[in-house]
């Protein structure tokens, strides 16, 4: 179970950082993705849906890293 969770911790690791990633490259078009909307409703969401599916379909490896590190903390400190 702990296990599981390790890794699910690392996938939405790696789910945060694409949308973070997107959101940048987003925020630098000059007139932004869509039109006037002011709040960026729209775009926040885009964020996180192409974010999240960015890291289920191709996943950059930051899931893998994050989780060997989490092994290694937890074997860490069973010693």
């Not at 973070?20 to 078009?29: A, C, F």
């Not at 903390?73 to 069973?78: D, V, W």
């Amino acid at each position: 179970m702990i296990a599981n969770s390790r890794a699910e911790v690392a996938r939405d690791f790696e789910s945060v950082f694409s949308s973070m990633m997107v959101k940048q490259m987003r925020e630098s078009l000059a007139e932004g993705m869509f039109g006037g909307d002011s709040g960026d409703v729209y775009g926040g969401l885009f964020d996180l849906y192409l974010g999240k599916h960015l890291a289920a379909a191709q996943p950059m490896g930051i899931d893998k890293m994050v989780n060997k590190y989490l092994e290694q903390q937890a074997a860490a400190t069973t010693l």
